[in-house]
């Protein structure tokens, strides 16, 4: 169960349809659990617009990363941290339900870094990173990456604010990834399947995955890339750069 948004919520009503009540019990009940869930979206993307207004005052690309646990984000950041620390300015927001694990491996890199730990929530939501950039205040003209917690669910309900929404998937989970969780691919700019050196060795079809996303959200773009071998890290860096060029010029 998700304690923030209370993503099990459904199936309880669920199992409320299916008992011997009266009509007007489940009409009620229904209808003050949608009440719920609007005001909870509604309050947190007010603060989400709150958030994509400070980012576009200070010209700081945020990008929201989110993937399942062990897809490889954060050696993704690692990477990207170390090999680009001469070309841009970075901060990252670190989100984990426990440990400052991750945070302290981006720290080891040189980089400003803020952990949240979300105890029993499974995504961050934005007075998180509302909370947070009050904190660290972030560079003008810098790069914000924001580490979401490793789930496809719950995080696809929320925006954070980010410009790009950045879905990771690794050659080990399955080429259905896209299919099984369409709400996170629907709502992502760029999707990255990591750790394809190790494609000889795992049952996954890159042609199998891309049709799929591509079934999900057309306009995804869709790059391949290891971490470990570095094979395709310097597309990501090209896409990376032209987006903070992008945002410079405007």
């Not at 009540?21 to 309050?43: F, G």
Request: charged share 25%; proline share 3%.
């Amino acid at each position: 169960m998700c304690a923030t948004c209370g993503c099990d919520s459904g199936n309880n009503e669920h199992h409320h349809h299916n008992e011997n009540h009266d009509h007007n019990h489940d009409h009620s009940h229904e209808k003050k659990l949608i009440d719920v869930e609007k005001d909870v979206l509604y309050q947190n993307n007010l603060l989400a617009e709150k958030n994509r207004g400070y980012f576009e005052a200070k010209n700081i690309l945020a990008l929201n990363l989110v993937s399942s646990p062990g897809s490889g984000k954060t050696s993704l950041l690692e990477k990207t941290l170390v090999d680009l620390k001469n070309e841009l300015l970075f901060a990252v927001i670190e989100g984990d339900q426990q440990t400052t694990n991750d945070a302290d491996r981006i720290h080891a890199t040189g980089t400003k870094v803020t952990q949240i730990n979300t105890g029993k929530g499974c995504h961050l939501d934005s007075h998180m990173i509302l909370h947070a950039l009050q904190g660290m205040k972030p560079s003008e003209n810098s790069v914000l990456f924001i580490e979401n917690v490793g789930n496809l669910v719950c995080p696809a309900m929320f925006d954070l604010g980010e410009k790009e929404r950045v879905v990771i998937i690794s050659v080990t989970e399955g080429d259905d990834k896209p299919l099984k969780y369409p709400d996170m691919f629907y709502s992502s700019t760029l999707c990255i399947i990591n750790k394809i050196d190790l494609l000889p060795y795992v049952p996954f079809s890159l042609d199998k995955v891309k049709e799929n996303a591509k079934k999900i959200n057309p306009h995804l773009e869709i790059m391949e890339l290891s971490c470990t071998s570095g094979q395709g890290l310097q597309t990501w860096y090209n896409w990376l750069k032209s987006k903070v060029f992008i945002e410079e010029t405007v």
